[in-house]
C-alpha cells in the first residue's frame, strides 16, 4: 500500500472521530446538560452568599446573645482533658477533635438545603395560577377530576386522588 493511501485512511479515521464528536458536542441535551450546570453554579453562588453574608451572622449574634459575633467552627475538644484558649493553642499540644468545623458544615448544609426548598416553594407557588375564584387553574397537560376537583393525568381513567371511576372524553 503506497503512502498516499496511508495517509488517507488514518485521515479517514481522525475525521470521523472528529465529526462524531462534532455530533456529540452539538446535541441538544449535551448543550442543555452544559447550560444547566453554568447556571447551577451560579445559583450555587448565590445560595452561598445569603447562608454566609446574611444568614450566619444573624444565627452567630443571636448565639452571641447579641453580645458580638460567635464562631462555631472553633469550637474543639482537647483529648488531654486540659483547656485551651484557641484550637491553634490546642493543636500544638494535644491532639483535638475540632467538632465545631463539622457543626458549622452540618448547620451550612441545612441552611442551604431550607434556602432551596424555599426558593423551589415559592416557585412552585407562583407556577400554580388561581382564577377569581380561587381555583386552581388546569395546566393543558393535565385535566380536573369532576369529582375532587384535583388535577389528574389527561390519560387516567380513575382519580389517584379520590379513586373515582372518571368517565371517558368521549362520553
Request: hydrophobic share 45%.
Amino acid at each position: 500500500m503506497s503512502k498516499i493511501k496511508k495517509l488517507k485512511k488514518a485521515g479517514e479515521k481522525v475525521g470521523g472521530v472528529f465529526n462524531e464528536f462534532k455530533s456529540f458536542i452539538l446535541r441538544g441535551n449535551v448543550i442543555d446538560l452544559a447550560i444547566g450546570v453554568i447556571i447551577g453554579g451560579s445559583f450555587q453562588k448565590i445560595i452561598t452568599a445569603l447562608v454566609d453574608k446574611i444568614i450566619m451572622p444573624v444565627i452567630s449574634w443571636a448565639l452571641s446573645k447579641g453580645k458580638g459575633a460567635f464562631d462555631i467552627s472553633k469550637l474543639f475538644f482537647a483529648l488531654d482533658g486540659k483547656h485551651y484558649d484557641t484550637i491553634a493553642d490546642a493543636k500544638a499540644a494535644t491532639t483535638v477533635v475540632p467538632y465545631g468545623e463539622f457543626l458549622m458544615m452540618l448547620l451550612d448544609f441545612i441552611l442551604m438545603a431550607a434556602v432551596v426548598f424555599c426558593i423551589i416553594k415559592g416557585i412552585n407557588a407562583i407556577s400554580r395560577a388561581r382564577n377569581k375564584d380561587g381555583a386552581l387553574v388546569i395546566l393543558a397537560e393535565t385535566k380536573q377530576c369532576p369529582y375532587c376537583r384535583s388535577a389528574i393525568n389527561p390519560a387516567a381513567v380513575r382519580c389517584p386522588n379520590c379513586t373515582s371511576n372518571l368517565p371517558d372524553e368521549d362520553e
